[in-house]
Structures are given as C-alpha cells and as structure tokens.
T-cell receptor, first 113, second 112 residues
Framework: NAGVTQTPKFQVLKTGQSMTLQCAQD?????MSWYRQDPGMGLRLIHY???????DQGEVPNGYNVSRSTTEDFPLRLLSAAPSQTSVYFC????????????FGNGTRLTVT | GNSVTQMEGPVTLSEEAFLTINCTYT??????LFWYVQYPGEGLQLLLK?????DKGSNKGFEATYRKETTSFHLEKGSVQVSDSAVYFC???????????FGAGTILRVKS
C-alpha cells in the first residue's frame, strides 16, 4: 500500500528554472493539497483540490501552479524558481468528509540557488 | 483568520518524564483540532484529533482535550520514551475540514 508518493525527494534548481513536483495517491482520496514547510512557520497551504478538474488557492499560492486531471495525481509546477521557494514541500490527501485526517507524502526538499 | 500558536521548542526531557506541549488557537465557529507528529525524514502522521468541545483525543499514550473556554488543545503524555523524539504540530480545520492550519511545530528530544 503506497499511500502518497512524492518525487523527487531532493532537487536543486537555479533561479529562473522551472520544474514539476509530482504527487500520486492510491487511496481514491478526493481531496489533495500541497504544503510548504519552513523553519519556525509550520506548514502553509499552497494549493488544494477537492476533486478531479477542481483546484483552488491556499495561503501562499504565488509562484506555483497546479492541475488535477485525474483523482490520483496532483502535480505542483514552479514556472520560474526563486530563492524564496527554497523549502520542503509536502503533498497530502484525504477523504473530503469533515475531520478526515490528512495522509502525507515524505516530502521534496527543494533548494533554489 | 484562523491561527494556531504552539510553545516554542526544543523541549528536552529525560525518558519517563511527563510531557506537555501547549497549543492555543483562534478560529471562528467550531473547528476540529489535531495533533500531527513528524519523525526525521518523514511526512506528518496524524497522532490524535478532537472534533468538538470537551472531546479528548488519545493515541499511543498521548492525550489532548478540546477546551473551548480557553481555546486550547494541549498535548500530554505521562511517560515519554526516546522513540517519541520528533516534531509535533498542532493544527485546526474550520468549515472546510481538510484545509488545515498548522502551528509552527515543537521539537521534542527525549534522552535516555
């Protein structure tokens, strides 16, 4: 049972480069989301999706795009990386019912130089 | 907006000591409250939750009670182990249950 799978685990980018962080879940969860984790700031919501074809912005969406073409996949795109996007990124999924726990991937550590 | 405040760490304890990690929140309406734990190199895992006032969540010896009058959800454990060393996050969800707001996290270090 894979749960939530994120790739890659580590990535180094130069300022201005683009890349896509991959996230897939095999639990048939309707809800998926992306968080970034920064020291002293906890986790902040970037984007989320309540089902295929539906996405919305979270607390810190600038500089990131998402799409949800299937229930299983929810990629996060950085169009032009900036040093401020150096962070650890977590994908999480859950059933959509109120109070359902989030299941997290193991994270992607991104460094932008 | 909704927010969560946790006590700053790191918290360093000896094995078998009593643990309290304070968490207070600000929210409109009636949020659900959660504690998540993150072990080194891993993602977050749900530790326990409470969905209404006076509920007590518990798991693996950890407990937390939803106190609406003090807007608190403090995490406690009577006797910590070295294996409890991790980062603990308090979180809340409002009307839309899955949009969690997290506290900054508290590092717990348990020494043998």
């Amino acid at each position: 049972n894979a749960g939530v799978t994120q790739t890659p685990k580590f990535q180094v980018l130069k300022t201005g480069q683009s890349m896509t962080l991959q996230c897939a879940q095999d639990m048939n969860h309707e809800y998926m989301s992306w968080y970034r984790q920064d020291p002293g700031m906890g986790l902040r919501l970037i984007h989320y999706s309540v089902g295929a074809g539906i996405t919305d912005q979270g607390e810190v969406p600038n500089g990131y795009n998402v799409s949800r073409s299937t229930t299983e996949d929810f990629p996060l795109r950085l169009l032009s990386a900036a040093p401020s996007q150096t962070s650890v990124y977590f994908c999480a999924s859950s059933y959509s019912t109120l109070g359902s726990p989030l299941h997290f991937g193991n994270g992607t550590r991104l460094t932008v130089t | 907006g909704n927010s969560v405040t946790q006590m700053e760490g790191p918290v360093t304890l000896s094995e078998e000591a009593f643990l309290t990690i304070n968490c207070t929140y600000t929210a409109t309406g009636y949020p659900s409250l959660f504690w998540y734990v993150q072990y080194p190199g891993e993602g977050l895992q749900l530790l326990l939750k409470a969905t209404k006032a006076d509920d007590k969540g518990s798991n693996k010896g950890f407990e937390a009670t939803y106190r609406k009058e003090t807007t608190s959800f403090h995490l406690e454990k009577g006797s910590v182990q070295v294996s409890d060393s991790a980062v603990y996050f308090c979180a809340l969800s409002g009307r839309y249950g899955n949009k969690l707001v997290f506290g900054a996290g508290t590092i717990l270090r348990v020494k043998s």
